[in-house]
């Protein structure tokens, strides 16, 4: 029977066993696990086309929007139209906007910490977010990191504060107005610590894990001024989702219940998956891994990294970035850098 873990988040007092058992996990894992070799292939969702009448009756409802006096509203400009269809046996759901597709990613490091582990070696740690530009000229951010000057706890890791999401996309010439779509991978802290300075987009997250969050888990309060912002608005989604051709949301739980993760397509890179806490150290991504004491439920987590695992193979995934691994964070490039 796997076993079932529970955590209740930043700001709870428990970080002593956040740190603790998370450096006794990594330990044990060694550094003898890693993930199979990835090639640059780039592939893409081959999507079961709607009936030929359907698709007339849209071209003309979409045809009809543009026209119509109120499609310059910043509130009206994402038209969504939902298909269900099924890969490789399970079901995803396709919300179509129009044809833009990704064409950069940035990878924004926002904080760092160094780790001591028992074997006398330490463990590099990283935080971050990460921004989508696409081809007709929209920004999606990814998550948005920790609250400015947000004090580590007692117990868990020191991290060192960089430069933060704003800061960062002030560098790109972006200011938070200007971010299109937040998607929110969850609401732990290190997340969603700045969610409540994007007023201007809309927020996508998996139902599950907001109707969690709403409903008073203890697990989520240490962010929730940042998350549950009034002036929020969100868009609640249900397992596997494309956004847009060439970004796709992918179910993930585990690590907390409704979490998810993200494939970008891009030109000339490739698929590139965001694991984020899925999977956030590269030597855990194994099929038989253990949970440590700030994930929800083992047999989920398990259950999610030999989904990210299949993703990889299936799609020639070219990189897989891994949220909170200091070491290959070292190796990536980062923001004003990107990918395309």
Not at 100 to 123: E, F, K, S, V, W
Not at 181 to 199: E, P
Not at 230 to 258: F, K, M, Q, V, W
Request: with cysteine.
């Amino acid at each position: 029977m796997c076993s079932r873990t529970r955590f209740n988040g930043f700001g709870s007092g428990q970080h002593s066993i956040w740190h603790g058992g998370l450096v006794r996990e990594l330990a044990r894992v060694g550094q003898t696990n890693k993930s199979k070799p990835m090639n640059n292939t780039q592939t893409s969702f081959n999507h079961p086309k709607p009936p030929r009448l359907v698709r007339v009756l849209i071209n003309s409802l979409v045809t009809t929007i543009l026209r119509s006096p109120w499609h310059g509203m910043r509130s009206q400009r994402l038209l969504l139209l939902t298909f269900t269809g099924r890969k490789s046996g399970k079901e995803f759901t396709t919300m179509t906007t129009n044809s833009a597709t990704p064409q950069r990613l940035y990878l924004m490091q926002l904080a760092t910490a160094t780790i001591p582990l028992p074997t006398g070696q330490t463990l590099d740690m990283s935080a971050g977010c990460y921004l989508v530009q696409t081809s007709d000229g929209k920004n999606i951010l990814i998550d948005s990191g920790l609250p400015a000057n947000h004090p580590s706890p007692p117990g868990a890791p020191a991290f060192e504060q960089g430069k933060d999401v704003i800061e960062q996309l002030g560098e790109l010439g972006l200011h938070p107005d200007d971010i299109d779509m937040l998607i929110c991978t969850h609401f732990d802290v290190d997340h969603a610590g700045r969610h409540d300075a994007f007023t201007k987009a809309e927020l996508i997250v998996q139902r599950e894990h907001y109707e969690l969050a709403r409903g008073g888990h203890p697990r989520f309060a240490g962010a929730r001024a940042h998350w549950d912002h009034p002036a929020l608005r969100y868009r609640l989604i249900e397992g596997d989702t494309e956004l847009l051709p060439g970004l796709t949301l992918l179910e993930t739980s585990g690590h907390t219940p409704g979490h998810q993760s993200v494939l970008v397509r891009l030109p000339q890179t490739g698929p590139v998956l965001l694991a984020i806490d899925a999977v956030s150290i590269q030597r855990q991504f194994t099929p038989d891994r253990n949970a440590t004491p700030i994930d929800d439920n083992e047999e989920q987590l398990r259950a999610s990294t030999r989904k990210l695992l299949d993703v990889v193979e299936r799609e020639h995934v070219a990189l897989v970035v891994f949220h909170h691994d200091g070491e290959q964070w070292r190796t990536l490039k980062k923001a004003p850098a990107y990918y395309e």
